[in-house]
T-cell receptor, first 112, second 108 residues
């Protein structure tokens, strides 16, 4: 009965590779997010989708491409991985507007 | 300067102490969130506030919209409260802007 799940939990890969992180929520929420937490533990919004439509796209390299096949899923695909992409990536979901957000367990990406 | 500032950055307390973590923000907001991140990395939403005060167990969160300030209080602190506490504000739409977090360590 996990609310927001992410796979994989850990991802170790080499520079230049392409990888994907998957996120699913079973809360019936319309809005989903991707956040990046850097080595200093600072969280920053990357993308937000509302009902499969992109509504927030922060200044993120276009090597990062979110995809929402349906409103319960928001995947993150990263092309040509770089060392600086190493971070923990969190998926979250909520209803649109000022509502509580529910976070996934995070995916620790290490690029070597 | 970050739109959301937290203080202190690090806090060490003895079990049983009353703890206060502060958050100041510089933009108009529709809501403010307090989040907890445990050493294992998971993030849990503790409170969402748009005015006044909320209480959940030993945790109390207050917000003063006019002063653009919020506090998170923990009464009778316990070592299991050791975690990073993060303040986040919702300024427009669904976007959250985060503070840098407060690392709390409660010693037995």
């Amino acid at each position: 009965d996990t609310a927001v799940s992410q796979t994989p939990k850990y991802l170790v890969t080499q520079m230049g590779n392409d990888k994907s992180i998957k996120c699913e929520q079973n809360l019936g929420h319309d809005t989903m997010y991707w956040y990046k937490q850097d080595s200093k533990k600072f969280l920053k919004i990357m993308f937000s989708y509302n009902n499969k439509e992109l509504i927030i796209n922060e200044t993120v390299p276009n090597r990062f491409s979110p995809k929402s096949p349906d409103k319960a899923h928001l995947n993150l695909h990263i092309n040509s991985l770089e060392l600086g992409d190493s971070a923990v990536y969190f998926c979250a979901s909520s209803q649109p507007g000022p509502y509580e957000q529910y976070f996934g367990p995070g995916t620790r990406l290490t690029v070597t | 300067k970050n739109e959301v500032e937290q203080s202190p950055q690090n806090l060490t307390a003895q079990e049983g102490e009353f703890i206060t973590i502060n958050c100041s923000y510089s933009v108009g907001i529709s809501a403010l969130h307090w989040l907890q991140q445990h050493p294992g990395g998971g993030i849990v939403s503790l409170f969402m506030l748009s005015s006044g005060k909320k209480k959940h167990g030993r945790l109390i969160a207050t917000i003063n919209i006019q002063e653009k300030h919020s506090s998170l209080h923990i009464t009778a602190s316990h070592p299991r409260d050791s975690a990073v506490y993060i303040c986040a504000v919702k300024a427009s739409g669904s976007r959250l802007t985060f503070g840098e977090g407060t690392q709390l360590t409660v010693n037995p």
